[in-house]
């Protein structure tokens, strides 16, 4: 008895030995997600890669703090900010980010985004060029709890190798460029699966922060990606989809900015016919254009000077003052399907110079399908982000681009959406 007592002493020590045994993890790296909300590009998730397989228990949101730098560097001093995001849950999964039951090598961190977390941000708006850019996110991921495995802990990691990141939808465009007359224009695509049927085109006019050479930015800054979300598309059955990008603005005019004329008109309408003859199952009869502000402004000028080409226009907080145009004008598109959308607190565009007298002046002038969605204000209708007194979350009035790009405009005398609209329109009808 006295000898298997003394056994079992000795072995104790190298039983717990064994139990604490540590695993040594050589090769470790992250993958940012991006997504694109109401407010713009954000990064609301981190894939982690391990070499070895963990266990679902093995993980919990407490398992590893991330910190973040970001940076510009069109500015004189780069760094913008930095600081630990809150990870708000963590899960294993797969390489994708999709959470799995079965033991895996991946790790999700979903992380608070919000309008007022600008750590979340991936994209930086510079006052001085007066553009947005993608900014540089440098990730640590350092772990603060040991995984278990039945190997032993795995301890002490800290992963900083950065091996890619994916936007959501916004991967899903191609980008080029298009030069007419010394006149270059980027833009992004987008072409849907081919169903054997002619689809129609949707063109989208970025705002004023969009302009340059990037032209994944007009889709980012703003939902403008949410053109080919599966919500989106299903209601035209497979959409084309084409954004243009101007290297300035398009209000910049030939005798100043916005008077009524843009330096850019010609090079963007030959642009848009460019890109239909090089896809011979674009649907003529079903092109419809739309842009926010600065946008907005240059789709009144392309409905104006091209009444006949568009099936359907549903400009935005647009910016073409209505004392820019003329009687004639609004008899060339009153008899065009177009949906203005405003809202009362724009402190950009005084709807009471913009879209207002205009509308007013479509309706007198007798046009038949012309409609306005004109909001008390922006707010945020997902109910994930409110003030402190628990309203909704209030963005710049100027923002009613929201209402668009989420669908949530809808006729006044019926339940039908603005894409539900846009889709029914065709020259053909």
């Not at 002493?9 to 540590?22: E, G, Q, R």
Request: hydrophobic fraction near 35%; charge should be positive; proline fraction near 3%.
């Amino acid at each position: 008895m006295l000898s298997l007592l003394l056994s079992l002493t000795i072995l104790s020590p190298i039983a717990s030995s064994v139990s604490a045994k540590s695993i040594q993890i050589n090769h470790c790296s992250y993958h940012t997600i991006t997504t694109v909300e109401d407010w713009g590009a954000s990064i609301p998730k981190i894939i982690i890669k391990l070499d070895k397989k963990i266990s679902k228990k093995s993980i919990t949101k407490d398992t590893f703090k991330v910190y973040v730098t970001r940076e510009d560097k069109r500015l004189d001093k780069s760094l913008i900010d930095e600081g630990y995001r809150e990870v708000t849950t963590a899960y294993i999964c797969d390489k994708n980010g999709n959470s799995t039951n079965s033991s895996s090598k991946y790790v999700a961190l979903e992380m608070q985004i919000g309008p007022n977390i600008q750590l979340s941000s991936a994209i930086n708006y510079d006052i001085k060029s007066n553009f947005n850019n993608w900014v540089n996110c440098k990730y640590t991921i350092t772990q603060q709890k040991d995984i278990q495995t039945k190997s032993g802990a795995i301890s002490n990691l800290v992963i900083n190798k950065n091996e890619g990141n994916t936007r959501v939808l916004v991967d899903k465009f191609k980008t080029g460029k298009f030069t007419y007359s010394n006149t270059s224009l980027t833009y992004a695509s987008y072409k849907p699966a081919n169903n054997g049927k002619k689809r129609p085109l949707i063109i989208w006019l970025h705002g004023l922060g969009e302009g340059s050479t990037d032209a994944t930015i007009p889709i980012s800054a703003n939902k403008a990606d949410n053109f080919v979300s599966k919500d989106m598309q299903a209601y035209f059955h497979g959409a084309y989809v084409l954004v243009p990008q101007t290297p300035g603005r398009w209000m910049d005019g030939f005798k100043s900015f916005g008077d009524g004329t843009s330096v850019y008109e010609n090079a963007l309408i030959s642009l848009i016919k460019n890109y239909i003859h090089s896809h011979n199952d674009i649907d003529t009869n079903r092109i419809y254009i739309g842009g926010d502000s600065n946008g907005g402004y240059m789709t009144m000028l392309m409905i104006r000077d091209y009444p006949k080409y568009f099936a359907a226009a549903f400009p935005t907080c647009e910016a073409l003052s209505d004392n820019l145009i003329s009687d004639a004008d609004i008899n060339k598109i009153k008899n065009l399907p177009i949906w203005f959308t405003a809202a009362k607190t724009d402190p950009v565009v005084d709807p009471s110079k913009y879209v207002l007298p205009t509308y007013n002046r479509l309706i007198k002038a007798g046009a038949k399908d012309v409609n306005l969605s004109y909001f008390d204000n922006v707010v945020d209708t997902s109910g994930l982000y409110k003030k402190q007194d628990g309203t909704p979350y209030e963005y710049n009035g100027h923002w009613s681009w929201i209402y668009v790009l989420n669908n949530q405009c809808t006729k006044q005398d019926s339940r039908l959406t603005i894409m539900q609209w846009l889709s029914k329109k065709s020259l053909k009808k």
